[in-house]
Nanobody
């Protein structure tokens, strides 16, 4: 599975961005999809994940009620809608995929990674 993330950019605090991730190569619909982020000098951290059916989601506490993960299996695309952005959301955002069930939150649980897209939130 190859992952291509897009949609990052520069936005003012309080603004919104929508990230997209388009896997290719295998049957997208059977993969759990996740978003992670990594700020300079920090570990990569979990942001959100969604099951292959889209029926279940999980979010980091820091983004809950501000970010929404969704997927469109017909378009083979997963989205991360980010609202009420804060300067501390500034990071490189990565999408990740793993085949199977559950909603893993550890980087070690994902098998495939995209190249990342930069999100910068100015104060």
């Amino acid at each position: 599975v190859q992952l291509q993330a897009s949609g990052g950019g520069l936005v003012q605090a309080g603004g919104s961005l929508r990230l997209s991730c388009a896997p290719s190569g295998r049957t997208f619909s059977r993969y759990v999809m996740g978003w992670f982020r990594q700020a300079p000098g920090k570990e990569r951290e979990f942001v959100a994940a969604i099951t292959w059916s889209g029926g279940n989601t999980n979010y980091a506490e820091s983004v809950k009620d501000r970010f929404t993960i969704s997927r469109d299996n017909a378009k083979s695309t997963v989205y991360l809608q980010m609202n009420s952005l804060k300067p501390e959301d500034t990071a490189v955002y990565y999408c990740a995929a793993v085949y199977g069930r559950g909603i893993p939150t550890s980087t070690h649980d994902y098998d495939y990674w995209g190249q990342g897209t930069q999100v910068t939130v100015s104060s």
